[in-house]
């Protein structure tokens, strides 16, 4: 049972648009959030989080919202570059059961960016 | 470069081969983690140690046997792995396991095991 869900498998867009990225969760007691990128021969590399008490962060040319209600985050990527193609990868963790080092990652979404 | 590096970066083994992965952090952590991703799947995580002290097996079949000689260094010994493991094994660090906002990630590039 996948609790993290990233449904779309590749993502792309036009140099200068706007990436969205979404991920959906199941498990009610995730209350932290995070996208990871990761290019081809590199591990993951930690790009922006959320906590569950807000709905929105935003870093440069990355927000992310949370829809708690609804499950759901997104990463949205204003402007586009040709350097953000990669795969982007959500990440939940819980806070409780002291076990909040835990992340449950998505799929991934591979993203690419056309020049 | 996130300051935690792993090798080899590629390795093909057979099945009765004994081999090891490595994993070192630059970056004074105390948390160390071994994940599994393989093909379409999600990174699952493996094992994780704090101050050397291993705090989490996930469940993981014997043939492959963690150590953590310091807060630095994390193995992966491996023995009589079968096919289905191939996978990319990545390691990553943290500064501790309150996690969080306080405690993040940080991955190696990972090892591209292949079991013949």
């Known amino acids: 049972d996948q609790q993290v869900k990233q449904n779309s498998p590749s993502l792309s867009v036009q140099e200068g648009r706007i990436s969205i990225l979404n991920c959906d969760y199941t498990n009610s007691m995730f209350d932290y959030f995070l996208w990871y990128k990761k290019y081809p021969a590199e591990g993951p590399t930690f790009l922006i989080s959320i906590s569950s008490i807000k709905d929105k962060n935003e870093d440069g040319r990355f927000t992310v919202f949370l829809n708690k209600s609804a499950k759901h985050l997104s990463l949205h990527i204003v402007p586009s570059q040709p350097g953000d193609s990669a795969v982007y990868f959500c990440a939940a963790s819980a806070r409780s059961g002291g076990s909040n080092y835990k992340l449950t990652f998505g799929k991934g979404t591979l993203l690419t960016v056309n020049p | 470069e996130t300051g935690v590096t792993q090798t080899p970066r590629h390795l093909v083994m057979g099945m009765t081969n004994k081999k090891s992965l490595k994993c070192e952090q630059h970056l004074g952590h105390n948390a160390m983690y071994w994940y599994k991703q393989s093909a379409k799947k999600p990174l699952e995580l493996m094992f994780v140690y704090n101050f050397k002290e291993q705090t989490e097996n996930n469940s993981v079949p014997s043939r492959f046997s963690p150590e953590c000689p310091n807060s630095s260094h994390l193995f992966l010994h491996l023995h009589t792995l079968q096919p289905e493991d191939s996978a990319l094994y990545l390691c990553?660090?943290?500064?501790?396991?309150?996690?969080?906002?306080?405690?993040?990630?940080?991955f190696g590039p990972g090892t591209r095991l292949t079991v013949l």
């Open positions: 990553a660090s943290s500064r501790g396991l309150a996690g969080g906002s306080t405690d993040t990630q940080y």
